[in-house]
């Protein structure tokens, strides 16, 4: 199956352009390095080929910090009903050595909360 990289970065920059307002606050915390100088990519597309080589899975991130390894996901009211799917991606992406975080929108109101679990997150050993 070929790869249509196109339509999977057509459908990240669409992304880029809806995001939730628990997802603003927090590009607007990570963005430009404001977060302890960490660069930090919004709704940023990661396609991975399966060992045989003749399929792939791609994932489009939240937030990714390339050099920590680390995706932050904002975690609507939708992720309580697809709980198999977050677990199956996060494995994936840990199995190729990227950490998630996982913050429920509701903890966004408290930003101080949110950048503890970051800042603990990008501390982590790599």
């Known amino acids: 199956m ?39 990519l919004r709704q940023h597309p990661l396609i991975f080929r399966n060992p045989a080589g003749d399929d792939y899975r791609y994932y489009i991130l939240d937030f990714y910090c390339a050099e920590k390894r680390l995706c932050l996901e904002i975690d609507g009211k939708h992720h309580q009903t697809q709980l198999v799917y977050d677990a199956i991606r996060d494995q994936t992406l840990q199995e190729r050595g990227i950490f998630t975080l996982r ?18 997150a990008l501390n982590r050993e790599v």
């Open 103 to 120: 913050i429920p929108n509701e903890e966004v109101i408290d930003l101080r909360l949110v950048m503890r679990k970051i800042e603990a």
């Open 2 to 40: 070929d790869i249509n990289y196109d339509q999977i970065y057509a459908r990240a920059r669409s992304m880029r352009r809806s995001l939730t307002q628990e997802e603003r606050v927090i590009w607007e915390l990570v963005r430009n390095r404001r977060f302890r100088g960490h660069k930090f």
